[in-house]
């Protein structure tokens, strides 16, 4: 069983950044599809970014060029760098993982198969 644990939510004011880090275990993230998603109460969970086994990435165009999906696959930690946030971007926010063999492509199609407990980013404006 894949266990995931996101932090560096909280708050901050429009225009601010944040970093979010998702500490994976006991199998290697190097292997897998991952991804974060975001919340808020009353709608569905929103793809936000995904990056395959090779470090491809895909966002969603609301995220594109403020948002930036990394992992390091020796500390086995994947990243959400948050940037130019705004009042809407408040939600809780999940990594997410799926694996699919050796590789994992395709990230953004994938059904994801572990989740975290989520991580709450609050911006004001």
């Known amino acids: 069983q894949v266990q995931l644990e996101e932090s560096g939510g909280g708050s901050v004011q429009a225009g601010g950044s944040l970093r979010l880090s998702c500490a994976a275990a006991?199998?290697?993230?190097?292997?897998?599809?991952m991804a974060w998603f975001r919340q808020t109460p009353g709608k569905a969970r929103e793809r936000v970014a995904v990056i395959t086994s090779g470090s491809i990435t895909t966002y969603a165009d609301s995220m594109e060029g403020r948002f930036t999906i990394s992992k390091d696959n020796a500390k086995n930690i994947l990243y959400l760098q948050m940037n130019s946030l705004k009042p809407e971007d408040t939600a809780m926010y999940f990594c997410a993982a799926t694996y699919a063999g050796p590789v994992c492509d395709g990230a953004w199609g994938r059904d994801y198969n572990y989740w975290g407990q989520g991580t709450q980013v609050t911006v004001s404006s």
């Open positions: 006991p199998f290697p993230i190097s292997h897998a599809c």
